[in-house]
């Protein structure tokens, strides 16, 4: 990714924040990835960690629509994801994704609800999905623009991610053309 792109997704990302009135503490932790696939338009987000403790982590996000996070699990993380404003797609799978409709068991909005592996559930403003690690997600939003929150146990990017494509890779490499905006946190 071109450093000018990045500036951009952070810009684009700030001015959505700023409309819908989400406050950022000072001094956040920011992360902007093509996920190492170089095309930023389809595989793109932009992540501020809140609070990244030893426990707990809470991210806020970001991403236009047509850009989507790849399919992926963790071992060990349990996460909810949010979405905060617009609306937000997200599929899952028991396991690695394969062609079967086998049902499981998830929790939407804190409500245990079956699904089939594969499935696509629409999340609107303030709603929210719990996934155990195992279980496999990919999301994009469904709306022009989201912002989508994350609360989850630890979070270790650099060894709890697995991505169905093995060309992905969660910090992208910054080609330097213009000054950073910000520090991000591959920086």
Known sequence: MKRSEVNKAIKDAMHYFKIHHWFLPPEPKWDVTDFGLDDFSKYGLVLINLADEREYCEKLMYAKRKQTTP???????????????????????????????????IKINGVERQVKSGEKINLENGERITLNPGIYHEFYPASEECIIGEVSTANDDLHDNFFVDKNVGRFSEIIEDELPLVQLISD
Request: aromatic share 12%.
């Open 71 to 105: 399919a992926h699990s963790h071992k060990k993380k349990k996460e909810d994801i949010i979405c905060r404003f617009g609306m937000l797609s997200i599929q899952v799978w028991n396991g690695y994704p394969e062609k079967n409709d086998n049902s499981f068991s």
